[in-house]
């Protein structure tokens, strides 16, 4: 009589939908859409003001087939990746600086901790005074903007370095520049990503804000310029290509800051 082997049925890997949080994510955009359609649909606000997500979806198919938004897109992007770059290496050398000298720390941190908050649409007219109207005084609201929080992550994230790993590359008699590549960015990778995450919204904050105010190129100036026409579907369809651009250029920076930290590992 042959002998029947037990085999274990294979369990089953848990659905997408199996994850509470998943469940909560997908019902909370499914009920935003839903509030959303009903309140179109039901004409309460004067019209196009919410716009069916039909009208929305067909802006966006035509918003996405248009060679030209493409270019204004780029302009955009330009102009945020610049701004990013200048704000973020600065914030990080200043950072660095401001948690190595502990007299400069004393005399000038507080001050970024009261100038971060601030609104930075304000210094707007001194940069279109010192860099013209042109992607210059964009770049520079986005640089400004990026600054402050790399800033103070990076001064921050000094303070938290072990003690240890500096004395050992004192003892070495390593420069400054060798410290800074070699102790201090290496500890302070976390920190940095989540400042250069900060920086990134708010460098896309200041940029967009620059374009809505004085330019003619830009996908701040496309939105200000649908506003103006009433073209509401066109102004929420842009929006939505903000916002999985912001969506997906913060996913890349913090995969990259996980990237790094496994291969640490």
Not at 205 to 219: D, F, Q, Y
């Amino acid at each position: 009589m042959a002998e029947t082997s037990s085999v274990k049925p294979a369990t089953a890997s848990p659905g997408f939908f199996a994850d509470p949080v998943t469940r909560l994510r997908v019902a909370i955009v499914a009920t935003v859409l839903i509030v959303w359609e009903l309140v179109a649909a039901s004409g309460w606000l004067y019209r196009d003001v919410v716009p069916s997500l039909h009208a929305i979806a067909l802006a966006l198919f035509k918003l996405l087939m248009n060679p030209e938004f493409y270019w204004h897109l780029g302009v955009t992007l330009g102009e945020v990746g610049a701004g990013l770059l200048i704000g973020g290496v600065l914030g990080l050398i200043v950072g660095i600086v401001l948690g190595v000298n502990k007299l400069l720390s004393q005399a000038y941190e507080s001050l970024l901790y009261y100038l971060g908050p601030t609104p930075k649409i304000i210094f707007f007219p001194i940069m279109i005074m010192w860099f013209g109207v042109g992607p210059g005084s964009k770049v520079a609201m986005g640089a400004v903007s990026c600054f402050f929080p790399v800033a103070l992550s990076a001064a921050s994230a000094m303070r938290q370095i072990d003690k240890v790993l500096i004395r050992v590359g004192q003892s070495f008699r390593a420069n400054a520049w060798q410290m800074a590549t070699k102790i201090y960015l290496p500890a302070m990778r976390l920190p940095i990503v989540n400042g250069v995450r900060l920086g990134l919204g708010v460098a896309i904050i200041g940029t967009l804000l620059a374009e809505t105010k004085l330019s003619n190129r830009g996908v701040g100036f496309l939105i200000i310029q649908a506003y103006s026409l009433f073209d509401m579907p066109r102004m929420y369809a842009m929006l939505i290509v903000l916002f999985v651009f912001a969506i997906g250029a913060n996913a890349l920076v913090g995969l990259a800051g996980r990237s790094d930290s496994i291969r640490q590992r």
